[in-house]
């Protein structure tokens, strides 16, 4: 546990260390919040509503989870690459599983704080969620799995991409770009249709609109996101990113550099 605990100290001062990283994933989401609710849905008649206000609240948390997987987390494995931290690890009785997960805690922790900050700003700016013991739980299963799989895509980039600036730019740039053609920065209905079938099985987009569902309203994600298929595709490829991430990280990363 000690190995753990001081990985996810060192993660979690990290993230927070660096401006850009604070700027790129929790003040850039709420600047589009901000946008979204007063002047992009602003020719929509339903963009006032307490639920459609939620919906983009939600949208922005997965945003921002995103670009902490993509962009923060291979800009510190880049780093620790570079200071040569894994050759060092490497002659230690150190366990790789306990050095990924103390990263991935430090993670979820940092991305917990975050979505409570988004969705504090998102209720204060007229944002009502359903909040429901099951919806609740449901919300946050998949919360979890939207992490742990932007998570498993940022070890991956870190793996391969050894500059810092060059892992950094890459992932915010995969984050921005697929995010915004699987719906999770434009309503569903807006996409032409083969980007809809692409944001039903894009893990992100997929666990944002059943978010969006369980505690916004149907009307605001545009389709119904809960059919089995859809769901245990969105649990299955968001497992199976992970996993790959990490034997990825330990072949490649962790025995060379």
């Avoid at 919040?33 to 997965?62: H, K, W």
């Avoid at 989870?65 to 993509?70: E, I, N, R, T, W």
């Avoid at 996409?191 to 666990?207: A, D, K, M, N």
């Amino acid at each position: 546990m000690r190995q753990i605990n001081a990985v996810f100290i060192k993660t979690i001062k990290e993230l927070y260390r660096n401006k850009t990283t604070v700027f790129w994933t929790i003040v850039w989401p709420i600047i589009f919040l901000f946008l979204g609710i007063f002047l992009f849905y602003r020719a929509d008649p339903m963009s006032g509503e307490p639920y459609f206000r939620a919906g983009i609240t939600i949208s922005m948390i997965v945003f921002s989870l995103m670009l902490s997987g993509f962009s923060t987390l291979p800009g510190i494995i880049a780093q620790d690459r570079t200071n040569g931290l894994f050759l060092k690890l490497r002659s230690m009785p150190i366990k790789q599983w306990r050095d990924i997960l103390g990263r991935i805690f430090g993670l979820l922790f940092y991305v917990a704080i975050s979505a409570i900050l988004i969705g504090l700003i998102g209720v204060i700016l007229g944002a009502r969620f359903n909040f429901t013991v099951s919806n609740s739980l449901v919300s946050l299963g998949f919360l979890i799995l939207a992490t742990i799989s932007a998570a498993g895509s940022g070890i991956i980039i870190g793996t391969f991409i050894k500059n810092i600036n060059g892992a950094i730019i890459t992932g915010v740039g995969i984050a921005v770009v697929s995010m915004s053609l699987g719906g999770v920065t434009f309503p569903y209905s807006f996409l032409p249709e083969i980007l809809q079938v692409f944001s039903r099985y894009y893990p992100f987009s997929s666990s944002n609109a059943i978010i969006s569902y369980m505690l916004s309203a149907p009307e605001f994600v545009g389709y119904d996101p809960m059919g089995a298929f859809q769901v245990l595709f969105t649990i299955s490829i968001s497992i199976i990113i992970f996993i790959a991430s990490l034997i990825l990280y330990s072949k490649f990363c962790w025995r060379s550099d």
